[in-house]
């Protein structure tokens, strides 16, 4: 099964080089589609087509390049996870699924502070259902699974890749990059992950309706694992404070419900009143 948490993360590349040809890529993205015929394939999908074919994915990104050196990163690799709760929630459904990637891929234009929005980027998706064991993996260690094994559960998520340059072709972003709002240089405006990572939380709530509960945040994540003891302590203090508040939330509404159905049943007990008094004939 999925994690409990959201998990994205964004690196170089899974297979070959990212200074090269998107192609071994690509290509490697295409291992569910081994054996299945046209209609049971799962395509990759862009801002604008649902269905999109493997050649013109890679000439789409390797063509996207005029200015870059040889060394240059042309392209980089999104893993996108939602957690088991969040695929729940859903259904599963791959078209809320392809929603919920482009709110994903605004939400990262707009980290780079360079005024450009999602559309404005090449990037095209697939969502894949399965995972396997790799060698790395605790269970594979234990010699519980062997490695190559599927993984049990809904282990749905979405793979994106996304050119280096925009659409125009005219400016270059590097979400690798260190820097958080540089204005000189080939990459400007910089790129914040942790904020990144809690829009994209936020852009899934937002188009699904779901209640994100505070541990389940990004936010929260990162503070018990990486933070110091104070940031901790001020962590979970919040966490009781939004709990508290939660649960205030949750005992006023109750409260106004049963204070309705009182009301309501005292309307009741009036009509019926008022009705034997119309029919009672020594009055």
Known sequence: ????????NITRSEKGSNAGSV????????????????????????RDKDKVQVEEVIEAIDQNKLGLKKRDGKFYMMNISPSWKELQHIGNDPQKLRAFTHRVMDAYAENFNRGIKGRDLVYFAKIEYNRKYKG????VKDGLVKQGELKPGNQTHIHVIVARKDRSGKRQF??????RSTQ??????????KAFYTAAEQAFDQETGYKRSPKETFRYRNAMRYGTAREKAEMQASLKAEQAQSLQKTQLSASLRSVGAVLK?????????????EIDPNR
């Open 136 to 139: 790395y993996d605790q269970a």
């Open 23 to 46: 192609r071994t890529l690509v290509f490697y993205l295409e291992k569910e589609n081994k054996d299945k015929g046209t209609h049971e394939k799962e395509w990759f999908f862009s």
């Open 184 to 193: 000189n240089g080939p990459v400007r405006g910089g790129f914040d992950r």
């Open 265 to 277: 049943s005292g309307q009741d007990i009036t009509v019926e009143q008022g009705e034997k008094q």
């Open 174 to 179: 590097s979400p690798l990059s260190n820097h």
């Open 1 to 8: 099964m999925s994690s409990s948490c959201m998990n994205i």
